[in-house]
């Protein structure tokens, strides 16, 4: 696509709740990245995927949150259990090989506000 | 060590001045320095890079400037417009590691008309 698209842009949750958050990064971009921004903040680097593998999940705040991309391509972050703490921006973003020089192309985001 | 620091935290400029955000890291491994922009509702955006085998990079009205031995860039806009009123953030990374951006917590930039 001509962009990284986020789905869906805004999600209101009951605490508790489970809650699935999806990017589809650009065509051919390998590698892809999750970020959480909270507001009046910058983003926060939660997980990184080159091609299907977790490269690194060093950034994931506690084991209720997971994140997939089964074929390299469509990512989902998983949250589990949902807390109010946990109401952010999630940004995903690709780049076109690790260590592009054009750094990252962001999406839009998912709103997430948990209730 | 991981920290970005940014200031100032929001940078209020007249239309045709000159706009100029500074960030500073500890971490000696960062070798890449983004620079991104964001609007209400929208994703940030790149704008200019910069590596530290260089002192400055320009493109267009945007300048970085960068001192290795201070550890400290800036970024500055010439000739702000109103249209460069949005929230920028300064980033860091290692390229040796997997390309995580340490941002700074961002300068809401208003360019008056």
């Known amino acids: 696509g001509a962009g990284v698209s986020q789905t869906p842009s805004n999600k209101v949750t009951e605490k508790g709740k489970y809650v699935e958050l999806r990017c589809d990064p650009i065509?051919?971009?390998?590698?892809l990245y999750w970020y959480r921004q909270s507001l009046g903040q910058g983003p926060e680097f939660l997980i990184y995927?080159?091609?299907?593998?977790?490269?690194?999940d060093s950034g994931l705040p506690n084991d209720r949150f997971f994140a997939v991309r089964p074929e390299g391509s469509v990512s989902t972050l998983k949250i589990q259990r949902t807390e109010r703490g946990d109401s952010a921006v999630y940004l995903c973003?690709?780049?076109?090989?690790?260590?592009?020089?054009?750094?990252?192309?962001f999406g839009s985001g998912t709103r997430l506000t948990v209730v | 060590q991981q920290q970005v620091k940014q200031s100032p935290q929001s940078l209020i400029v007249q239309k045709g001045g000159i706009s100029i955000i500074n960030c500073a890291y500890e971490?000696?491994?960062?070798?890449?320095f983004p620079w991104y922009q964001q609007f209400p509702g929208k994703g940030p955006a790149l704008l200019i890079a910069?590596?530290?085998?260089?002192s400055e990079k320009k493109e267009g009205r945007f300048t970085i400037s960068f001192n290795k031995s201070a550890k400290q860039f800036s970024l500055h806009i010439m000739d702000s417009q109103p249209g460069d009123s949005a929230t920028y953030f300064c980033?860091?990374?290692?390229?040796?590691?997997?390309?995580?951006?340490?941002f700074g917590t961002g300068t809401r930039l208003k360019v008056l008309a």
């Open positions: 973003a690709s780049s076109q090989t690790l260590g592009s020089n054009y750094g990252y192309t």
């Open positions: 065509s051919g971009h390998t590698a």
């Open positions: 995927f080159q091609g299907t593998g977790a490269a690194d």
């Open positions: 971490n000696t491994a960062f070798d890449y």
């Open positions: 910069i590596r530290p085998d260089v």
């Open positions: 980033a860091a990374s290692s390229t040796s590691g997997t390309y995580k951006y340490i």
